[in-house]
């Protein structure tokens, strides 16, 4: 199977099951028992297993501000039904992998911090809790903007817990284009493959050392050969 096949040539490789039905419902929650089920029924190897289950859900973003404070807790409860239904696997541990807006635990600028389960924290910092990772869609090519925006949705706290934590990098074209490295014509510099590799190893000395990059379409848009500088990356 693929699952095998990539366990067995790439050293440390973690495939994910990715859902992202992106609801206000958390829809995603009803998929994690079928990769579940998977893991306990059809694999018969843990080479054959998913590893964990991703979710980018970013429905959140239209209620973080909501005066509805039933909106927000009820959306965390959907998003702890992705953990606990992944904790139903009997055999070995099924992980669980979420992706957050850098300002979610923000509303005007502002820390929003809201009771949940007995813990007052902002949104990111539940979401930390709730998720053994998070990656950060930081919305931007340049530092400092980066490293700050990693502060805002909590880096500290996940460091704390020893919880990993991803810059995500956009590299589809999108406006406006200082938020993503897909090479267009704008005022912004560095819109190169080279560029964003740079930023990456930019990381240490901006405050970001042990973190690792997600780079957003990176089989998609990133490496499709639709641009002279987005290379065809192939098995041949």
């Given at each position: 199977?693929?699952?095998?096949?990539?366990?067995?040539?790439?050293?440390?490789?973690?495939?994910?099951?990715?859902?992202?039905?992106?609801?206000?419902?958390?829809?995603?929650?009803?998929?994690?028992?079928?990769?579940?089920?998977?893991?306990?029924?059809?694999?018969?190897?843990?080479?054959?297993?998913?590893?964990?289950?991703a979710v980018n859900n970013e429905a959140y973003a239209a209620i973080k501000c909501s005066s509805d404070l039933n909106q927000r807790t009820t959306y965390l409860d959907r998003l702890q039904e992705i953990h606990d239904g992944a904790q139903k696997q009997r055999h070995g541990r099924l992980l669980t992998h979420f992706s957050v807006s850098w300002h979610w635990g923000q509303c005007n600028g502002q820390s929003q911090p809201?009771?949940?389960?007995?813990?007052?924290?902002?949104?990111?910092?539940?979401?930390?809790?709730?998720?053994?990772?998070?990656?950060?869609?930081?919305?931007?090519?340049?530092?400092?903007?980066?490293?700050?925006?990693?502060?805002?949705?909590?880096?500290?706290?996940?460091?704390?817990?020893?919880?990993?934590?991803?810059?995500?990098?956009?590299?589809?074209?999108?406006?406006?284009?200082?938020?993503?490295?897909?090479?267009?014509?704008?005022?912004?510099?560095?819109?190169?493959?080279?560029?964003?590799?740079?930023?990456?190893?930019?990381?240490?000395?901006?405050?970001?050392?042990?973190?690792?990059?997600?780079?957003?379409?990176?089989?998609?848009?990133?490496?499709?050969?639709?641009?002279?500088?987005?290379?065809?990356?192939?098995?041949?």
């Amino acid at each position: 199977t693929t699952l095998s096949e990539g366990h067995s040539r790439v050293t440390n490789l973690k495939i994910y099951a990715l859902f992202a039905a992106s609801d206000i419902e958390v829809s995603e929650r009803h998929m994690v028992p079928y990769v579940v089920w998977y893991n306990d029924n059809c694999a018969h190897t843990d080479q054959e297993k998913f590893d964990g289950v991703a979710v980018n859900n970013e429905a959140y973003a239209a209620i973080k501000c909501s005066s509805d404070l039933n909106q927000r807790t009820t959306y965390l409860d959907r998003l702890q039904e992705i953990h606990d239904g992944a904790q139903k696997q009997r055999h070995g541990r099924l992980l669980t992998h979420f992706s957050v807006s850098w300002h979610w635990g923000q509303c005007n600028g502002q820390s929003q911090p809201f009771l949940w389960r007995g813990k007052t924290s902002d949104a990111s910092h539940h979401m930390i809790d709730i998720f053994d990772s998070i990656d950060v869609q930081v919305g931007y090519t340049t530092f400092p903007q980066i490293n700050e925006r990693m502060d805002l949705a909590g880096l500290n706290y996940s460091r704390l817990l020893n919880k990993p934590s991803f810059v995500t990098f956009y590299t589809d074209k999108t406006e406006p284009c200082q938020i993503t490295f897909f090479p267009q014509t704008c005022r912004w510099s560095g819109r190169s493959e080279s560029n964003l590799f740079s930023v990456i190893d930019q990381f240490p000395q901006n405050g970001l050392s042990g973190i690792q990059p997600c780079i957003h379409y990176f089989r998609g848009v990133y490496s499709s050969g639709g641009h002279p500088d987005w290379p065809a990356h192939s098995n041949h």
